[in-house]
């Protein structure tokens, strides 16, 4: 396991001396985070990383690990990845950190969102960023996993506003909601506060780590001050432009995105 | 371009789970649970996996769901091949079954098939993996560098090497891949 501040140069992370490729999964938020922080004069993410190749050991060390050290933590906000989901160690991780005073903001995605709305603490969190799928998995109210949601649930595309409504009703959603897609919609329990279709780009759907970085600018917007409503719409934006000026096919990978992240935070933060 | 594709009816309480002429065996993780539905399926068992009932969820789980009169023979090949379940009960409610509906999507020189949060994208021309995208458990990095530069009948499937249901979701997505692939 490692903890430290992160650095991005090239196509690398850099954090305690450890150089690691970027490549979806935590490795796109955490580069993404980098590159907006660095736009916009912020301080550098801390990340807390672990190997995991699926057997959850390396999860259930970072668990046991935050569960111990994490009120000691003093961040305003903690975006929660790509970890095995696990309701008890969710929990014992999220009432560890509701210790933490001021109170941080929480953001979840990937396998602790899982967790997250399989506890029945979704409402704890102040943003989810799900693709479609796992909207639609929010919306079942008896999926635990997103390989169970059901089918008549699966998600459709022009489903996505009754998918959100549903996940609020269930209360299995954070208070913001930002949905990744072919459309973004940012969303709160009173409705949608926007969809962002544009630049469109079919194939960022099929590129690992697109979602990834999406949390990972909205992420470090959040931690800069900005209203979470303001950066999911400006975070959905600048991913898009960053796909658009890579000019991404199907078979790109994430790593050309995350370079022009600062281009198209300056295009969209002009606007 | 893109479609639906309906394997099947898709119904969340399958059929015929009722009384008790159906088992399931709880393995220690889904790594277990996937090798051992690989051999059970091998040696010809009729059996199929399932999400686990809500008092044995811990959060990324499978359980196996069998015909109880054939318990001693199932165990006994399990335990040929070193895998012994935690539990072996009774189906007293219904189980969750996993997804079986796939999304496709054409990009011309490209095909990706999701399966639940999973997605896997080929190069159709030269039958290439390009792009794993989707999921959250910790095992979908590894499974994409596993995969993706490699073609189709060359990869490791998923189910091999992966070991969440992150894994098996990408498993679907792979073995619907490869059969709109063989039309």
Known sequence: MVEGEVSLKGDNLYIRGLQLPVSRGTPALAAAAVSTCKSLGSHLPYAYLVGDTGLGEGSRRLYQYLVD?????????????????????????????????????????????????????????????????????????????????????????????????????????????????????????????????????EAMEAIGGTGDTLTGIVSALISSGMRIDDAAITASGANRFAGHYAQVTPASQVIELIKYIPKALETVLEK | MHWFSKKKNLRHKAPGQKGTDRGILVFENTSEVIRAENELKSRGWKVRVMGPPPEIRTGCDLVIEFPLIEELNILRSLEEVGLTPLQVVPVSCPLLQP?????????????????????????????????????????????????????????????????????????????????????
């Open chain 1, 69 to 201: 050290n994490i009120k000691d933590v003093k961040a305003s906000v903690f975006a929660f990845h790509y970890l095995q989901p696990d309701v008890d160690w969710h929990n014992k991780v999220l009432f560890a950190v509701e210790e933490i005073e001021p109170k941080p903001l929480l953001i979840a995605d990937a396998g602790f969102m899982y967790a997250a709305k399989m506890s029945g603490q979704a409402r704890s969190y102040k943003l989810f960023t799900p693709d479609a799928g796992e909207l639609a998995f929010l919306a079942d109210e008896e999926a635990p996993h997103p390989f169970y949601t059901r089918g008549f649930i699966l998600h459709q595309e022009a489903g996505i506003p009754e998918l959100i409504s549903r996940a609020y009703k269930n209360d299995n959603s954070s208070e913001y909601l930002l949905v990744k897609g072919s459309k973004d919609y940012v969303a709160e329990s009173s409705g949608i506060r926007a969809i962002i279709d544009s630049p469109a780009n």
């Open chain 2, 99 to 183: 997804v079986d509906l796939f999304h496709c999507k054409n990009f011309g020189d490209y095909l990706m098939v999701r399966a639940a949060n999973m997605k896997l994208t080929i190069d159709k021309n030269r039958l290439i993996i390009v792009n794993v995208s989707g999921g959250g458990c910790p095992d979908v990095t590894y499974l994409a560098a596993e995969l993706v530069g490699k073609r189709l009948d060359a990869a490791p499937q998923p189910r091999n090497i992966g070991h969440t249901l992150c894994t098996y979701a990408l498993q679907l997505a792979y073995e619907e891949i490869r059969r709109l692939c063989s039309q």
